[in-house]
């Protein structure tokens, strides 16, 4: 890292980036819409950067799931002249089949020269066979690794064992384990950890149990914290709870590096296990051994402590959390904070929208913070839904978005699930149409789920809203193609109901290619006429 630094400070300002490349890419935060903006500005600045950065920044998208501009840095960059290792056709190979469909990874792999058509790049085409749960090609394509003589490593087995796994087929894992014995592969910690899991859905326990015996003679592989947590996870969905705390006494024993992800596996399964006590001890210790704590600590505790009813707590939480992470800056609060606790009035939504537009004085807009993890307000707001305090829910809402929380489509599906269970279905429609718009804009795509659309639907036909569910459709159409009769047949019956003529309907559906019942295709007649 010494040798980079050094890189970094000797490079031309002329002819390269001022500073190194993965930190002006991230400056502005990890978002999609900040990180492509740093992405295209850099690339149309034609400034270089080494290689390394170039690696560095890639993995670092990979992990925030940024797939589409971590494509097409490598991509531009590999036209500029960077040459591209295996390793780094293998990465590209991935990307592109989670940014642009397996038929263009395919296509990539197909297009590579021979000599790279390793056990790397064979492997990645392999698991994203088996991330998109495509059977019978991943097992075409492994026999084909095992028939070059590339399926040496652990990782291609991981990656077929979790495929049997995820396509409830867990049978075959033990199967895969003895093909991975006789071929004299060694198994790594995620080999051992999916064998115990599929025994687990085969409801094999004392299977589980030879396993963690096997592991520790075997001597190869020692078990971690992540053994112990998997394990634990497994006698909780067993209902053996006396066992899996055994287990997290021993996950704790192994957090010799106080790992913050052991701290949040740990609170969480001791909720699981209802034992309070417990979650409130690992918290003390994460708080006094992990000084920093990140935003996901304090989501994964509040949701801990909303699931086992301590809301007390969850709200004491909630308010360390805003008293440590965002700090606003000194300013007059009297304005400021009559407007964090005005109410705000549900029904009247719709019509004023008064959580969205709002006003805003110079005291609110002082006190925004550019970092303020809308995750954390939303598991408090959905804690307070859950305990029938709307209000609090809502006022919640708005305090957050004044503190410089960007409302995302995960707050308005929380609101929207409140009204669906209320039978207020014009709120329902309300919020399901702003979070649409909120995963669209922000490049998250959120779909409401098919009941909610049905409910939905039905609600239009029932009051004969013509308008509501054309509104309805035409923003349902940005973020999912192929409507089908689910949305169709009840927008021809709303039509009906409403006694509305739209001739061009018949043409419509066509284009739609949607096929209605025939009940519901009886209605045209009196809809549309033939052209």
Known sequence: MATRVKDVARRSTKKYVEEALYRRLFRKGSTPQAVREEVDGFLDSRKRAFKWEVGVCVRRMRRNELYRPALKLTEVMARRGMNPTVSDQAIRLDLVAKSRGIAAAEKYFLDLPETSKTHLTYGALLNCYCKELMTEKAESLMEKMKELNFAFTAMSYNSLMTLYTKVNQPEKVPSIIQDMKADDVL??????NVWMRALAALKDIPGVE??????KRDGRVT?????????????????????????????????????????????????????LVEVHRVWRSLKRNCPRKVNM????????????????????CFKEWEARHIHPPKTNMKGSEASTTEPESPTNAPSNQSDVKGTKGVEELELKHPKYDIRVANAMIKAYIAEGMLDKAVALKK???????????????IFMDHYLKAGDLKMAHWCADRAIK??????????PPHEVT?????????????????????????????????????LVRTYTAAGKKFPGMRQRLKIEDVELGEETAKLLDSICVDQ
Do not use: C
């Open 187 to 192: 198994p790594d910690i995620f080999t051992y």
């Open 438 to 447: 909120k995963g669209h804009s922000s490049g998250r795509i959120w779909v």
């Open 210 to 215: 030879r396993v963690i015996e096997e592991m």
């Open 297 to 316: 600590s304090y989501l994964n505790m509040i949701q801990v402590l909303a699931n086992l009813k301590d809301l007390p707590a969850a709200e004491a």
């Open 399 to 413: 305090r957050a978005k004044m503190r410089g929380g960007r409302l995302n489509a995960k707050t308005w599906e």
């Open 223 to 275: 078990p971690d914290w992540t053994t112990y947590s998997n394990l634990a996870s497994i006698y909780v969905d067993a209902g053996q709870f006396e066992k899996a705390e055994a287990a997290l006494k021993e996950l704790e024993k192994r957090n010799t590096s106080n790992d913050i992800e052991a701290y949040q596996f740990l609170i969480t399964l001791y909720g699981r296990t209802q034992n």
């Open 454 to 490: 049905e409910t939905l639907m039905g609600y239009f036909e029932k009051n004969k809203d013509v308008d509501g569910a054309e509104q309805y459709v035409e923003v349902l159409k940005k973020v999912q193609k192929d409507l089908g009769t689910l949305v169709f047949e009840p």
